[in-house]
Each structure stands twice: as structure tokens, then as C-alpha cells.
């Protein structure tokens, strides 16, 4: 059984997502064991193949020529994205929510 707390932020230039992640796994139901991590993925929009839309690349060209800096491989978040993402990494980071999570799922074994 597994838990998962996600939550989301998009970039600034509106051509990636970063995806944060926890998932809590039990382990062992008899000793109550579990295991907690947090991924991180980014997400591309546009095409299915990841492939930029033609609009995606004159924004690019557009940003480069303006300031000479590209943004590839970056992930632009606002002063308000940056803090909500870390009060949501602290949360998922709490061993006491943690805890609590995991124990739900041990609980919820034992009432089936």
C-alpha cells in the first residue's frame, strides 16, 4: 500500500511543471515498518514527444535576443511559488505527518 502527497508548480516561462512528490510505503504490516521518499520530476509542456511548439520556441528566441540568457533546463518560480513550495517540503518532511500517514495505512490493513 502506498501514500502519495503531490503538489505542483509551473514555471515562469510557462514551458515546464515541477512535480513534487512524497510516497509512503509500508513495508512490514507486522513490525509496522514503512519508508518515506520525495521525487522530483519536471514536466514539459507542449507536444507529446517533449518537442517545443513553434510559439514555446519564438518565446525562447524572443527571451535570449531581450536579455541573452537562455532558460533551458531551468525552472523559473516567483517569490510566492518559492515559499509555498517550501512550507509543502517542510510539510511532506514532518516526521509527525509522516508518521500519522503511515500509521492510517497500518490501521486501515488491519480493519480488512
Sequence with gaps: MQYHDKA???CQCHAEVLSIERSID??????KAWDASIYFAMLYHGTGDHRSTLKER???CWRILKTGKNYCDEIILSVEDAREMGKDLLKMCDETEIKTEAEKMLNLRKEK
Design 26 to 31: 509500508i513495508i512490514n504490516y507486522e513490525d
Design 58 to 60: 519564438l518565446r525562447h
Design 8 to 10: 505542483y508548480y509551473e
